[in-house]
């Protein structure tokens, strides 16, 4: 059986950045309960965010379900049939529902009695059939404490959706969720890259998003932030202090960073340096730089 790599994504209006990674990661495990529930199988599941935008990516994922044997047991043998050995409106009911006849149905025994049986073939569901499900669950399993109505829709969600992709390879799979279509149709920058984009396959998904100044790839966006901060430390022989929170929030702020390094004047270092601090990291997302002997400095790095 030929598989592809299945992309889901959900172009979005800014996401909470302190909610980002951890609605990603849900967005991903309800995916793979998904996956599980349909018995699907697959090499690895991949997540993406930004701050416009959730998605996974399957990689080699089967197209259809296994058929499966189903065994559908009727009524007891005994009551199945009359005296006369006449088929009973119980038996007939249970063989119409079962799509034959009661003589068409095979028998089963047990230490409890005998009754009849039909062994069904299920054929298994395609892609196109089961993706629409698989988005929607996902969705209601996010933690969203306080969804959120847009337009003059009835659909909800953290935020405003926007765009919807469902694409098995370069096809797209057809999908009706929040109130959307699926396509092929991604978000660009929102400044460097107005408009949509489209996203040719689930594997250029990364390449195509980056041509429109997206970096979708959420640990990369903060591999980068940190290389671009230690550069900046570098030239200026200073450090900043550790901070992962503060890391991860301005890693769901950006789609393309850019490490910008700002001043102050020095006469505010006369202010105690942990309330400097304080107000830098959390009021403005600003990484305080110190010198060598962790004296505070009239300077801090951004992130654009």
Same mark, same amino acid.
């Given at each position: ?107 089963? %025994? !047990?230490?409890?009695?005998?009754? /009849?049986?039909?062994?069904? #073939? ?7 059939? @089961? $993706? ?106 200073? %450090? !900043?202090?550790?901070?992962?929170? /503060?890391?991860?929030?301005? #890693? ?7 490490? @910008? $390094? ?43």
């Amino acid at each position: 059986m030929n598989t592809e790599n299945l992309l889901i994504e959900l172009g979005t209006e800014e996401l909470p950045p302190k909610a980002l990674k951890k609605l990603a990661l849900g967005f991903k495990s309800g995916i793979e309960s998904q996956l599980e529930t349909a018995g699907l199988s697959y090499n690895s599941i991949e997540w993406f965010a930004a701050p416009r935008r959730l998605a996974v990516r399957i990689n080699e994922l089967q197209p259809t379900q296994q058929d499966k044997q189903v065994e559908k047991r009727g009524p007891a043998v005994k009551a199945a049939f009359d005296q006369d050995g006449n088929a009973t409106k119980a038996a007939l009911g249970w063989a119409r529902g079962c799509g034959i006849s009661v003589d068409e149905a095979t028998r089963h %025994k !047990t230490d409890k009695g005998e009754w /009849l049986m039909h062994v069904a #073939t299920v054929a298994g569901k395609s892609l196109e059939q @089961l $993706v629409e499900g698989f988005i929607s669950q996902a969705i209601k399993q996010l933690p969203i404490p306080k969804p959120m109505r847009w337009g003059s829709g009835r659909e909800e969600f953290i935020r405003p959706v926007h765009t919807l992709i469902a694409l098995y390879g370069e096809k797209v799979l057809p999908a009706k969720v929040l109130g959307l279509t699926s396509s092929n149709q991604s978000q660009g920058h929102r400044f460097h890259h107005r408009g949509l984009v489209t996203v040719n396959s689930a594997n250029s998904y990364e390449q195509d998003l980056l041509n429109a100044n997206v970096v979708v790839d959420y640990n990369k966006r903060k591999e980068q932030i940190v290389e671009q901060m230690n550069v900046i430390c570098s030239e200026l022989t200073a %450090k !900043t202090t550790e901070d992962n929170d /503060l890391l991860d929030e301005v #890693t769901s702020l950006v789609e393309w960073p850019v490490a @910008l $390094v700002g001043t102050f004047e020095e006469r505010f270092l006369d202010v105690p340096p942990e309330a400097l601090i304080y107000t830098m990291k959390d009021d403005q997302k600003y990484f305080p730089l110190l010198d060598q002997q962790d004296n505070l400095l009239p300077k801090f790095i951004f992130i654009s």
